[in-house]
């Protein structure tokens, strides 16, 4: 298959995974740019995320099973847009670069819980477009030989028997939360790639709309508190080690049927349990 020839940018910073999910590593390339530079989508595929995270413009491209993410980015589209391969999605930020004082793009592909190194789809491979340019390609097509590539993730890119949340706001936290399973644990961190506890309730939430710290305590502190009993697909669930809210030390995302998703502790990765794995909830609250 002949495949559209584009020049590779600059690479800044080569895909470089950790040894383990949990240390620190490159879980992507980062591409030297021009602020204001349009950001291209690699392959057709709908936006699963496009807002501002930390302070830097993020935004995520789910296409044919794997997780496109690109940063720093200011959106030109939404969350639950469908986008063409070679559409603009947005425009290079030179703020919260990986680069500075230079200008670059992260670029990070994930599929299900592995990291792949985005330059594999380039050139001989299965990917036309790269996420830098001008202008798109004629038939605004993604070859791609791989089967695998072209197929929609399993149970429609979420987890099998795992309600999607309910209708409107709590459904987009549920469902980012639920994007973001296998990513390893880092303490502080609020993404794209890795989260703490309430860096992933924090980032789920701002998704759809709503400010949260982050920070556990802080987090029940700043919504409304519920009875277990009231306890709905997108609420948030606390542990406490005194039994009172500033003893607040863990959260998590309810999905419904006693089940939870939420980034554990250091050296495990972002997962669905049982909400009494660890052990009894103390607090619960609504956004």
Do not use: N
């Amino acid at each position: 298959m002949e495949l559209a020839a584009a020049a590779v940018p600059p690479v800044a910073r080569s895909f470089d995974p950790p040894s383990e999910p949990w240390l620190a590593g490159h879980r992507g390339v980062d591409l030297r740019g021009r602020p204001g530079q349009p950001v291209l989508s690699p392959a057709a595929g709908t936006v699963r995320y496009a807002a501002v995270l930390a302070g830097r413009g993020v935004v995520v491209v789910e296409a044919g099973g794997l997780r496109l993410t690109f940063e720093p980015v200011d959106a030109v589209v939404s969350i639950g847009d469908e986008v063409r391969a070679g559409e603009v999605i947005g425009h290079l930020m030179s703020t919260h670069s990986h680069c500075l004082p230079s200008t670059c793009l992260h670029w990070g592909v994930k599929r299900g819980q592995a990291y792949l190194d985005p330059l594999r789809f380039v050139g001989d491979a299965e990917i036309v477009l790269l996420p830098f340019g001008d202008v798109r390609p004629a038939d605004g097509s993604w070859a791609a030989p791989d089967a695998e590539l072209d197929a929609p993730p399993a149970s429609g890119g979420w987890v099998s028997g795992v309600p999607p949340g309910g209708s409107g706001a709590a459904s987009v936290a549920v469902q980012f939360a639920l994007g973001q399973l296998g990513d390893p644990y880092v303490w502080a961190a609020e993404g794209p790639d890795t989260w703490d506890c309430s860096g992933l309730t924090m980032a789920a939430w701002g998704a759809a709309g709503r400010a949260l710290p982050h920070y556990s305590a802080a987090q029940y502190l700043a919504t409304t508190p519920i009875a277990r009993d009231q306890l709905r697909p997108g609420d948030l669930v606390f542990w406490a080690e005194s039994g009172a809210p500033p003893g607040i030390y863990h959260v998590a995302l309810y999905l419904g049927d006693g089940q939870v998703v939420h980034a554990p502790r250091p050296g495990e990765v972002v997962r669905i349990e049982s909400m009494t794995s660890w052990d009894e909830p103390d607090y619960f609250s609504r956004v």
